[in-house]
């Protein structure tokens, strides 16, 4: 990333925290800070309730913040009105189930059309745009088929068609893969990504997914409990001294990498390092002291008090 340039999502210091019981509140995100470049790719891993998803919803301004900046392309987004809508039309979310955001009443053309006609762009009227975007997720046969008749593949695509039809200059994708197999996840990666070089868009792309992130992205997050622990170019993931969470996910993923075992079953600690009951190697300082994010050289930032050699 260069340094001059404006980031085309930059978050600081985002901390999100939920009710929880009659008075109290729990915090699902805490000091949380990244950047993407135009075109980046950068993926957000940790394990389910790790506080990624929230993340995404406060970035793109769906659930209020109690603290921290979110700034797209250097805007914050705006308190309300027709620049709000257009500076959300700039930051668009994939979700894992489409559902949500088709109509079971509408075709799959008439879907694309709608967004088209939405979001004005480059390449002809609304039709002509739908069709290309239809041949370019595969769909052109399935164009007259309802939401109910497509498979969860092809409706997939269609959610996506609908949202590249909006040219965002960032896509926020929460889980797009889960469930589909090797080749449907690379098919559908390989459509997500696309247009980020000329068009400069960035992805953030969220999953618990290790080794697919790692071959999709060009850098990596990985969050515990709520923090970001540790961050890295991808293409050093299984080189560097690990956080203890990272190389259990990669052992996980039949990548033997030294570190230390993880206790799934241990609650998380309510001071120091969150993973202190359940770290193997965690010492009476990681009890008592919650490791900083420290930037260790060479783009690798790292919160353990203890990390193991590579
Ligand atoms: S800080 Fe301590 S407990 Fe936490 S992951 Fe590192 S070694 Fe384990």
Redesign the pocket.
Known sequence: MSGAATPRLAVSGLRVSFAAGLWGRRVAVDDVSLQLAPGEVLGLIGESGSGKTTVARAALGLIPADAGQVLLDGVAMPAAGAARRAWRRGAQLVLQDPDGMLNPGLTASEHLIESARLHPGEGGGPVERAEAMAEAMGLSARLQALPGELSGGERRRLGLGRVLLASPRLIVADEPTAGLDAHRKAELLDLLLAGRGAQGRAVLLISHDLPLVAWACDRLLVMVQGRVVEGFPARRLGQLPH??FTAAALRAAGRPTPG?ALNPEAEPSPRG?A??RR?A???AR?TEET?PLTDRGDAHLLA????SAP
């Open positions: 956080h203890p230390h390092c993973l202190a770290c190697g965690a010492t990681c490791p353990c008090h203890h990390p």
